[in-house]
C-alpha cells in the first residue's frame, strides 16, 4: 500500500501552460486533500501530486487546460503489491505448499467425462510426480453447442479422485450462484482467462475460504491481472495463485503467445505465486513438453498439465492432452531444470503404489 | 443454419499419410454418422466432411496421424447467420429502429450519478438529436477502490428519464442474478466488453424479454463476438445489436482501437445491427466526433455517445464525455453524412421544446 | 523543438531511494550539463529534467539504485511536431494540394503490368475525380517466386501517364540505390510499410528533392511513424505525407485493422497531412468503399484507391482493386462527405473528356 | 518443394455456387496448367488445386462469383522447408556449430564503442562460456539523434576481437552497399529486426558467402520469417540461422513479448536452426537471465546475450547489458539445463587463460 508522503501522480503541463493553469491542478488536488509540488521546468511544467490516488483518479485533471499528460507513479493495486509485503508468499492446499523455493506439478484431466476417465487420468497425474490435481466440471465454452461439463456430478468425481490419490485439487468455478457448491468439493477454486474481469464472480470466491487461482485474461495487461488478484484480496484471502496461459497476439499458428516474461516481471510486483499453464497456452500436444521445460526454467512455481488417458475420444481440448506415451520422462525432466534454477519439488515423491492402486 | 449436404471441415493429410491413415479419418468421421469425400491428391489429400459440425468438432481429427490440417468451412454461429437469413433485422425498442436504412443516435450520461445530472445530461443527448437515452447503475471497473454505480437507485432514475423524455433506453448488466431488475427499468440490457464471453449472463440476457447489446471483447475475434451472439439468439430473442468499441492492439496512445472495418465485415456475416461506441474506443474527448463520423461513414447503424453536463466532476470516464459546446453542430452532421451513404434518422426530430422542458 | 527551460524527463524514485541515490542521479545529468529538479515527495521522489533528451537518453538512468521509472516527457521528433510549428502543411504537387482544407483522391493500379492496364487504370482513376496517380514499377512481395514489378520500364509508363491525363504520380521506392531513378519518373516517392524503419532508404528519399509518402509499418507506434519521418525531414525535405494502411491485431478476418482513430490523433502530434490507403488495409474489394468513406469521415487528407480495368487478370493484389462498377458513384459519395466535415475537392472537376482521351 | 501432385490449394464455394461457378474455377485453374479436383459437397462444393502455386496465387480465385474461401495448404517456402529436407541443418561458423545436439552461447557488447570496452566485454564472453561473439559497427536506431554506430572502424575492432579471443563472430548489416565490407569482417551477418522484410538486403546477404542470421520482425508472422530465409536460401546459401527476439503486443510493460513457443513450432516447419536473443527481448537486465533459461529449456539451439564492462556507460541498450556480476553463474546454469534437454555445449569448454590474456 503506498505510504503516507508519497507521490502518486505526476501532471506534465503542455508548453503553453500559465501560472493560472497550473494552479487551477494545484486547487483540484487540494480540493480533495492532496498535495501537490510544482517543479519549476520554465515552459514545461511538471507537478508531483501527493494523497489519496483513488480521489485523484476521479479528477479530470487530463481535461483541465493545458494539461499534457497525466502519469500514474504509484501502483493501483495494495495488498497484493510486493512493495509493503517484501517476502514472496507460499500458498499451502491440503499440505502442497506452491511458492518460492520449490516447484510443484498440477496435472489431471481437462474435463472429467466419466469417472473411469477421472481415475485413469489421475493415475498418470500421479505417474509423472503431480502434487495436485485439476479436473472441470464445468466448461467456459465458445460455442452454445459444445459438451458444458457434469456440473454437480463432476465435482463428485473430482472429490472421489482427490480422496483415492490422496491430492488436493483445482476446478473451474463459471458464476457466482456455484462458488458454494465448487468449494466444497474442491481446494483450489480457478477463474478462467474469460472471466478474469468478472468482479462479482473474484469477490465470491475471495469468500469461499478456498484458494483462488486466476488465470491472465487473453489480452490482460500485467496490471489488470494484479487489479483482478486484488478484488480477491480485498475480501480478506491472500490464497491466491496467478496463473499465465498465454496471450492473443498476431501471431495465430498456436492458440496463444505464452508470455514466459510475465513470471520474474510479475514477481517483481507481487508477493503472490505465479504458475504457467503450457497445455492451453499451446493448444497442440506437441507444444505441450517444450513450454513446461521453458515454465520451470523461467521460474513459474508449478505447471498445470492436461492428461487424459484417451485424447482421442476426449469431450474436451483433446489435441492438447498428453497421453501416457508422452509423459514417461516429462515429469523428471520439470525437476531436473527446476533443480538447475534453484528450486526443489512441493512434496517429497509418492509411493508408486498409490498410482497403480 | 449450415443446410444439409453442405461440407462443414477439410481435412489435409500430410505428404507422409498412407491409405490407412486416411481410412482412419473417414472410419473417425463416419462414426459419428458423417460423410468424408477424399480428394485425389498423389501426395497430399484434402478429406471434405459433411454431416453434423458439433459432433466433428469433437472428434481428435488434428491428432491422428499425418493430418496436416483441420480447417473449418462451415461456421459455428447459425441463428445469426446472415446465410439462411438474408435479410437484414431491425431491432425496435420503443418505437425507435436501429438496422438497416435508418441511423440512430444513442447519447446520455456513461454513469448515472444524480437525478440532476442524469436529467441534464438527458438534456443533452435530446438537443443532438439523440433517439434512444443510455446510462449506467452498474460500473464494470478495473479497480475495485472506483466508483461502481447507483445500482437500484442509478435504475429509477434511468426510469425517470425515459419518462422525462419519452426516449427508450440502455443500461449495462453486470451479473446473472441483476438481470431481472434491470429488465423492469430498462430498453435494452447492455453486455459489457469485458463480459462479452461471460455465457451465463449472455443467457440471462436472453431470457430477459428486452433487447440485448453485446459489446465485442477488447480481444474478441469477430467469430467469437458472433457466437456471443449466438448465446442470446439460443434463448430465444432476435432483438440483438452488435457494438464495437474499439480493440486491443500494440497502438496505447488511446483507449483502443477502434475497428471501423469490422462493420462492413460483421454485416456480410449476421443480419443483427451493427453500432459503434466512439467515445469509449477513443477515450479522449477529442477523439470522440471524428470517430463518430466515421462510424457513420462506414455503415453503423447507430452511435453511443457520452455526454456530461459537467465532465469535470464526473464519477467515471469524464475524460471522454461531450460537454454542451462539443455537440451543437455534431448531431447535424452525423445526421449529413448519413444522408451521403443512405441512411435516414431513425425517427423524425423531437420537438425543441422537449429537450428545454 | 523542445525549447531552453523545458522537461524532458520525469525520473521517479522507488519507496527506498535514499539521499546519495537521488544525488547519483542528480549527477549524471548534470554530468551531461542538464538541470536536475527535485520534487520533494517524502517517499518517492520524482525528478524533473531539464538540457539535452538526445544525452539523456544515453544515460543509464533507469539502471541506477533505486530508480523506478524513467519517463520522457518531451517527445522525441522535433521538425515534424506541431508544438512549434502550428501550422498544418499542407504539401503542393503539382499543382495539386494535399492538407487541411482540402481533400485528394490518389487512384491507379497497385501494380504497372503494361501499358494497356496503366492507360486504362488511368481513365477509371480520371473518372472517379482523381487528382493524382498510382502505380508502382517495384513491388515489395513476400514471396521470391511473385511478380516483382516492371522496374525502369515501369517508370517510363508511369510517366507516360502522367504527360497522358496531366496528373502528378506516386511509386514506390524499394532500396536507396533505386531512388535517383525513381525520382526521375514521379512526383511522389512511396515508402511502403516493410521499409518504414528502413532509416537509409528514408534519407536516400529525403536527399532526392520530392515529396515523400511515408506508410505506417505494420506494427509501428505512431511515434515510430513520426520518428521515420523525421529521418526524411532532417534532410531538408518538408514535402512529408503520413499514410495509415492498417496495423496488425489479433483479428486476421481482414489483411489490417485500419487504425482510423490515428488520423485525428497524429494531426494533434505533427504538421504533417495525413492520408488513408483504404485498399490496401482491407485487402477485399467490399471493403474499400466503406473504408474510403469513413477515412474520409475521420479527418483524412486524401485517400488513395487501387484501381484496375480487369481486376481477375491482375498480377499483385487484385481482389481488392476496385472495377469500373465500383467506382460510379464513390467519388461523388467521398466528396459528399468531405463537404459535410468541412473540406473541398483538392482542384475543381477535371474536363470529362480528358478521361475518354 | 512442394512435390509433384500435392494439391496445393482449397478452393470453397459458398452455398449458391452453381455448377457454371465450379466450373469458372476449374477453368482458371486449367487455363495456367493445374488440375482442379471438385469434391462433390451437395451445396457447399470443395475444390482441390494441384499445380504451381505461384501461378495460383495470381489467380483471381477468391474473387470470382460464389467463392467462399480460398485457402492455401502447400506451404510457400520451399527451400528451408523441413517436409523434403528432414534432417536438421546444422549451421558451422569457424568451427562452432549451431544446431541440433548442441547448444552455443553467442555473447558480447551490443555496440562496439571503444577497442577497450569490446575487448573487455569479450573477455566476460569467454569466461561465461561463449563460443560466438557478438558485436556491432552500424546501429538500426528509431531516432535520427541516436548513437549510429563506428561503421568501419567498428568492424575492424571485431576482426581484433575475433582474432583476439579465437572466436568467430557475428554482426549487424544495415544496407545493401555494406555487405560486402561487412563480410570481409565478421562470420555471421546480422539481418535486423525492422528488415526482415528489406527484401534487397536479404538477397545481397544471401549472395555474401557468409552465414546469415535473421531476426523475427517484431510482427512477423512464422510465415513471413521463413519467406525471409526462403529469399536469402534462394541465393544459394544454406547457412542460414533464425533467431527469436520478442513479438509486438499489447503488453508493454517488457520491451516486447518473448515468443518461446516459435522455437519447437519453427522446428517443425524448417530444418533450420533456431536461436533467442533474450537480451533484446526483454530489455532490462532483469529479465536476461530468466529469459535465457526458458529459451535453452525450450529448445533453441543458441542464445545471443549483451554484456558490457560499464553498461552506465553504454551508448546503445546499457539497461539489458549483463555485468561481471551478472554473468558469473549463467553460463553454467544454461549448459545444465541443456543437459536436461537432451544438448550438449557447441564445443568444450576453452582454456581459462584465453579469457583473462
Chains 1, 2, 3, 4 share one sequence.
Not at 483450489?188 to 478474469?196: A, E, F, P, Q
Not at 523428471?332 to 534454477?341: R, T, Y
Request: proline residues 6%; charged residues 25%; hydrophobic residues 45%.
Amino acid at each position: 500500500m503506498a505510504k503516507k508522503g508519497d507521490i502518486e501522480m505526476v501532471v506534465v503541463m503542455d508548453v503553453n501552460a500559465s501560472e493560472s493553469d497550473i494552479e487551477r491542478v494545484v486547487g483540484e488536488v487540494e480540493a480533495v486533500g492532496g498535495q501537490a509540488f510544482v517543479s519549476p521546468g520554465r515552459m514545461r511544467t511538471v507537478i508531483g501530486l501527493v494523497g489519496d490516488t483513488e480521489r485523484f483518479m476521479e479528477l479530470p485533471l487530463a481535461t483541465l487546460p493545458h494539461v499534457d499528460q497525466v502519469i500514474r507513479v504509484g501502483r493501483p493495486y495494495k495488498l497484493v503489491a510486493r512493495e509493503l509485503h517484501t517476502e514472496s508468499s507460499v500458498v499451502s492446499v491440503g499440505g502442497v505448499p506452491i511458492g518460492e523455493g520449490t516447484f510443484t506439478i498440477i496435472a489431471g484431466p481437462c474435463a472429467i467425462e466419466t469417472p473411469e476417465q477421472a481415475m485413469e487420468a489421475g493415475a498418470m497425474a500421479v505417474d509423472m510426480g503431480a502434487h495436485i490435481l485439476r479436473g472441470d466440471a464445468y466448461k467456459h465454452r465458445t460455442s452454445p453447442y459444445s459438451f458444458q461439463g457434469l456440473a454437480k456430478r463432476g465435482l463428485e468425481i473430482l472429490k472421489d479422485m482427490s480422496d483415492r490419490y490422496g491430492m488436493p485439487t483445482v476446478t473451474e468455478v463459471l458464476e457466482p450462484a456455484d462458488v458454494e457448491l465448487v468449494a466444497e468439493h474442491a481446494d483450489i477454486l480457478r477463474v478462467g482467462t474469460r472471466n478474469m474481469m468478472n468482479f462479482p464472480l473474484l469477490r465470491e470466491c475471495g469468500r469461499s475460504g478456498r484458494a483462488v487461482m486466476i488465470k491472465r485474461g487473453m489480452s490482460a495487461t500485467i496490471e489488470e491481472w494484479l487489479m483482478a488478484a486484488e478484488y480477491v484480496a480485498r475480501e480478506g484471502t491472500s490464497d491466491i495463485i496467478l496463473c499465465e496461459r498465454g496471450i492473443r497476439t498476431f501471431e495465430t499458428s498456436y492458440r496463444n503467445t505464452l508470455d514466459v516474461s510475465a513470471v520474474p516481471f510479475v514477481k517483481e510486483l507481487t508477493h503472490l505465486p505465479v504458475i504457467i499453464d503450457p497445455s492451453h497456452s499451446g493448444g497442440r500436444r506437441e507444444l505441450v513438453a517444450p513450454l513446461a521445460r521453458a515454465a520451470v526454467a523461467v521460474g513459474a512455481d508449478a505447471v498445470m498439465i492436461d492428461v487424459h488417458p484417451n485424447p482421442q475420444a476426449a469431450l474436451c481440448d483433446g489435441p492438447q492432452a498428453l497421453r501416457r506415451e508422452d509423459i514417461t520422462t516429462l515429469g523428471e525432466e520439470l525437476f531436473q531444470i527446476a533443480a538447475a534454477v534453484g528450486k526443489k519439488p512441493a512434496i517429497a515423491a509418492r509411493p508408486a503404489d498409490k498410482a497403480s492402486a
